[in-house]
């Protein structure tokens, strides 16, 4: 697993590149993941709140 990692490395001139690329696109989806469970919880505690005031 390894070996093939490093010998892919060694193939690839824009491995710099495609890191940064790798980690904007992770750092995407966790934000993205983030906002989805802020806004679940901000729909649930708004629907709990719903529920109290009637």
């Known amino acids: ?5 490093c010998a892919r490395k060694k193939y690839r001139t824009k ?3 495609e ?3 790798m980690l904007v696109v992770y750092m995407i989806s ?9 806004l ?4 649930t505690k708004k629907a ?4 109290w005031d009637e």
């Open 15 to 17: 491995t710099g590149r």
């Open 1 to 5: 697993m390894l070996e093939s990692v």
């Open 19 to 21: 890191a940064v690329i």
């Open 40 to 43: 679940l919880l901000f729909v």
């Open 30 to 38: 966790f934000i993205m993941l983030i906002a989805m469970v802020a």
């Open 48 to 51: 709990y709140s719903r529920k």
